[in-house]
């Protein structure tokens, strides 16, 4: 169907139309709502220029369409100008215009339909104490959503959440407001119900349980905000055992309680609240998987098969050597790296180079401990591959980046590129279940069982007020930048269950005989910590000439150390 065949260009039914042929009908209509606003002076304009939602809803289009189609953008440019010097009346009727009385009714409800779904997530810059933050703010057709905003702001600028958290944040509580809306039911009218088909709609369109599980925590957490900000009111509870005895409250959305994690760094006092609707399906065959040694092999091959494979394979080897995050190996720059006379040094005394990056939820920078021998690879990846698309680069004409890891037109390499490229490596290499940010999970078990083992050779002292697990896990945790040392706690038990199955293989040892063998390992090494430390304390403390028998009693303990240690 061509234009020429059309009634009217106001003829709601398009789709017959090529793209081509529609940017022209779209065109024609633009002209002539344009025209007949600057005739009549009336039309709806923002910041001295035409108001482009009201715009695309007189047309007709979607939002895009102003923009990409470059015969609007350039009337729209010159349109501008003309507006800055009208007196702007109201916004004219489109009844004026005789075509678009019958024939576009039905367009221009379902533009406004929706528009009235669409929702926008704009940010603002705030600042508070000389420090400035990014707020998200949601808007509905032009009108601020208030509830969302509020809390958002609250979000970003009284608890500090992480620029990526906030985007996730939004963007959730954006779809579910949208759903919300869709089944007409009010902010203040929200329930479990309501919240369950949410987690069915999300479930039929291809999201993980898992993943929904944390659409509604973000819900829920929303919820119990306008509760205890008193927007809300006996709606969410938060309060023990209101639902029983002989006063019964009917909450419209509930909740159970636990008892804060005494494994937090920062533990807060009080109880815990989460909602009851968590979704079932997410047994252990669904849980993300941590590459073994074999896989990531098997990854690193697939890697270095595609178009970049020195820098892919670095980018691979960095979150796995390092435990950084993938928004914080990329914003690695070739001046953090060291000196070829500086590497030497570090060679020499076995330690680490510390590079400053942004770390995850924190305002200030923090190191990200680099090993000697990736140093030499990414310095091979600078000599060589990278110095290869600079010079590309340059000859092109094209300012390149100082990035560590660049594209082929000299830009730092995008996050979504990097789990793209890393996405087809997990599914050619047959490593199921994964991602690349389970790279950072074989770094966290490198580290814990090089842990273990300093501990038990004495190389790591217990930090004061721990016990040994506590110990282990705040060192695995200030490596990764981790918070939450619950969370690292299965890395410790699964060494420890390597261990056993390690052991069960040569002797022979029974399912149940496994169990008992595991709480005696982890007594020994109790035990043998707590030994060296007796041994210690006794050599410093007693006076040796003063006490004939102090060498006899040291010889016992020695003795004994060393029987633990065999």
Same mark, same amino acid.
């Given at each position: 169907?061509?234009?020429?065949?059309?009634?009217?260009?106001?003829?709601?039914?398009?789709?017959?139309?090529?793209?081509?042929?529609?940017?022209?009908?779209?065109?024609?209509?633009?002209?002539?709502?344009?025209?007949?606003?600057?005739?009549?002076?009336?039309?709806?304009?923002?910041?001295?220029?035409?108001?482009?939602?009201?715009?695309?809803?007189?047309?007709?289009?979607?939002?895009?369409?102003?923009?990409?189609?470059?015969?609007?953008?350039?009337?729209?440019?010159?349109?501008?100008?003309?507006?800055?010097?009208?007196?702007?009346?109201?916004?004219?009727?489109?009844?004026?215009?005789?075509?678009?009385?019958?024939?576009?009714?039905?367009?221009?409800?379902?533009?406004?339909?929706?528009?009235?779904?669409?929702?926008?997530?704009?940010?603002?810059?705030?600042?508070?104490?000389?420090?400035?933050?990014?707020?998200?703010?949601?808007?509905?057709?032009?009108?601020?959503?208030?509830?969302?905003?509020?809390?958002?702001?609250?979000?970003?600028?009284?608890?500090?959440?992480?620029?990526?958290?906030?985007?996730?944040? /939004?963007?959730?509580?954006?779809?579910? !407001?949208?759903?919300?809306?869709?089944?007409?039911? *009010?902010? &203040?009218? %929200?329930? #479990?119900?309501?919240?369950?088909?949410?987690?069915?709609?999300?479930?039929?369109?291809?999201?993980?349980?898992?993943?929904?599980?944390?659409?509604?925590?973000?819900?829920?957490?929303?919820?119990?905000?306008?509760?205890?900000?008193?927007?809300?009111?006996?709606?969410?509870?938060?309060?023990?055992?209101?639902?029983?005895?002989?006063?019964?409250?009917?909450?419209?959305?509930?909740?159970?309680?636990?008892?804060?994690?005494?494994?937090?760094?920062?533990?807060?006092?009080?109880?815990?609240?989460?909602?009851?609707?968590?979704?079932?399906?997410? /047994?252990?065959?669904?849980?993300?998987? !941590?590459?073994?040694?074999?896989?990531?092999?098997? *990854?690193? &091959?697939? %890697?270095? #098969?595609?178009?970049?494979?020195?820098?892919?394979?670095?980018?691979?080897?960095?979150?796995?050597?390092?435990?950084?995050?993938?928004?914080?190996?990329?914003?690695?720059?070739?001046?953090?790296?060291?000196?070829?006379?500086?590497?030497?040094?570090?060679?020499?005394?076995?330690?680490?180079?510390?590079?400053?990056?942004?770390?995850?939820?924190?305002?200030?920078?923090?190191?990200?401990?680099?090993?000697?021998?990736?140093?030499?690879?990414?310095?091979?990846?600078?000599?060589?591959?990278?110095?290869?698309?600079?010079?590309?680069?340059?000859?092109?004409?094209?300012?390149?980046?100082?990035?560590?890891?660049?594209?082929?037109?000299?830009?730092?390499?995008?996050?979504?590129?990097?789990?793209?490229?890393?996405?087809?490596?997990?599914?050619?290499?047959?490593?199921?279940?994964?991602?690349?940010?389970?790279?950072?999970?074989?770094?966290?078990?490198?580290?814990?069982?090089?842990?273990?083992?300093?501990?038990?050779?004495?190389?790591?002292?217990?930090?004061?007020?721990?016990?040994?697990?506590?110990?282990?896990?705040?060192?695995?945790?200030?490596?990764?930048?981790?918070?939450?040392?619950?969370?690292?706690?299965?890395?410790?038990?699964?060494?420890?269950?390597?261990?056993?199955?390690?052991?069960?293989?040569?002797?022979?040892?029974?399912?149940?005989?496994?169990?008992?063998?595991?709480?005696?390992?982890?007594?020994?090494?109790?035990?043998?910590?707590?030994?060296?430390?007796?041994?210690?304390?006794?050599?410093?403390?007693?006076?040796?000439?003063?006490?004939?028998?102090?060498?006899?009693?040291?010889?016992?303990?020695?003795?004994?150390?060393?029987?633990?240690?065999?």
């Amino acid at each position: 169907m061509k234009v020429s065949e059309l009634k009217s260009i106001w003829e709601p039914d398009l789709s017959r139309l090529s793209g081509h042929d529609k940017g022209q009908v779209y065109y024609q209509r633009c002209h002539l709502i344009l025209a007949e606003a600057i005739r009549s002076r009336r039309a709806v304009v923002t910041d001295n220029q035409i108001d482009r939602d009201w715009l695309r809803n007189e047309i007709g289009c979607s939002a895009s369409v102003l923009v990409q189609n470059a015969e609007i953008r350039a009337l729209l440019e010159d349109r501008d100008k003309l507006f800055k010097g009208l007196e702007v009346r109201a916004p004219f009727q489109r009844r004026k215009i005789p075509q678009a009385r019958a024939p576009r009714s039905h367009q221009l409800a379902t533009a406004l339909q929706m528009a009235r779904f669409s929702g926008k997530i704009s940010y603002i810059t705030m600042v508070r104490d000389s420090i400035a933050y990014q707020v998200p703010m949601l808007q509905w057709g032009g009108r601020i959503d208030e509830e969302v905003s509020d809390w958002l702001r609250y979000l970003a600028i009284s608890i500090k959440a992480p620029e990526t958290s906030l985007k996730t944040y /939004s963007s959730v509580i954006r779809d579910f !407001t949208r759903f919300r809306r869709r089944h007409h039911i *009010l902010w &203040d009218e %929200v329930d #479990d119900g309501l919240i369950q088909k949410f987690q069915s709609f999300k479930l039929a369109s291809g999201v993980k349980a898992d993943v929904v599980n944390q659409y509604t925590d973000i819900v829920f957490g929303f919820h119990i905000w306008l509760e205890e900000t008193g927007r809300l009111t006996g709606h969410v509870q938060l309060s023990p055992g209101s639902n029983t005895g002989k006063k019964k409250i009917d909450f419209k959305i509930t909740s159970k309680s636990s008892s804060p994690s005494s494994w937090k760094v920062d533990d807060a006092p009080g109880r815990v609240w989460n909602h009851r609707l968590k979704l079932s399906n997410t /047994s252990k065959r669904n849980k993300r998987h !941590t590459p073994n040694k074999e896989e990531v092999g098997r *990854l690193h &091959d697939a %890697v270095l #098969d595609q178009k970049h494979g020195e820098r892919n394979i670095l980018l691979f080897l960095w979150a796995e050597k390092t435990g950084a995050r993938r928004f914080e190996v990329l914003q690695v720059n070739v001046q953090d790296l060291p000196t070829d006379a500086e590497r030497d040094v570090i060679a020499d005394k076995g330690g680490t180079w510390a590079i400053q990056v942004f770390r995850k939820g924190r305002d200030e920078k923090g190191d990200l401990f680099v090993p000697v021998d990736l140093l030499r690879l990414t310095a091979q990846y600078v000599k060589y591959e990278r110095a290869t698309i600079v010079t590309r680069c340059e000859e092109r004409g094209k300012t390149v980046e100082d990035s560590l890891f660049l594209t082929e037109k000299g830009k730092c390499l995008a996050a979504s590129s990097l789990t793209g490229l890393s996405r087809i490596a997990f599914i050619k290499s047959g490593v199921l279940r994964s991602s690349y940010h389970r790279l950072r999970a074989v770094f966290a078990t490198q580290e814990t069982k090089k842990a273990v083992e300093a501990l038990e050779s004495g190389h790591l002292q217990l930090v004061p007020g721990t016990n040994w697990t506590q110990t282990i896990l705040l060192r695995v945790a200030e490596l990764l930048d981790h918070s939450n040392l619950q969370s690292l706690e299965h890395y410790l038990n699964d060494f420890l269950n390597a261990r056993i199955q390690r052991a069960q293989a040569t002797s022979g040892i029974t399912a149940s005989e496994t169990i008992d063998y595991k709480r005696k390992e982890i007594e020994a090494l109790d035990r043998r910590i707590d030994n060296r430390i007796r041994l210690m304390e006794v050599m410093a403390n007693l006076n040796v000439k003063g006490d004939p028998g102090i060498g006899a009693k040291l010889d016992i303990i020695r003795q004994e150390v060393l029987m633990l240690d065999d």
